[in-house]
């Protein structure tokens, strides 16, 4: 079955980095899109980093310079380098693969940045 495990979450300090990744099983991974999503406390989800079956990589402007997605398609796993974090930065984190109108969600990790 479909799967995508995050994992790397955790608290860290202002201006701390954490490394977040994400494990696939159970599709072709190399031919879907992958992304970062996030949802603050009390907020909706927002979209953060997407990474494309090419390697091409994209980032919202809030995390632009800060946060590198990457993605090892012999591992099968997405990765979010994420720097110079702050406390804007909390939240839980989701890995989702899309495919023309497939798509697939993790279960999240949480990110707090907190002094």
């Known amino acids: 079955q479909v799967q995508l495990v995050e994992s790397g979450g955790g608290l860290v300090q202002p201006g701390g980095s954490l490394r977040l990744s994400c494990a696939a099983s159970?599709?072709?991974?190399?031919?879907?899109?992958m992304n970062w999503v996030r949802q603050a406390p009390g907020k909706g989800l927002e979209w953060v980093s997407a990474i494309n079956s090419g390697g091409r990589t994209f980032h919202a402007d809030s995390v632009k310079g800060r946060f590198i997605i990457s993605r090892d398609n012999v591992k099968n796993t997405v990765y979010l380098q994420m720097n110079s974090l702050n406390p804007e930065d909390t939240g839980v984190y989701y890995c989702?693969?899309?495919?023309?109108?497939?798509?697939?969600w993790g279960q999240g990790t949480q990110v707090t940045v907190s002094s």
């Open positions: 989702n693969a899309i495919r023309w109108y497939v798509d697939y």
């Open positions: 159970g599709f072709t991974f190399s031919s879907y899109w």
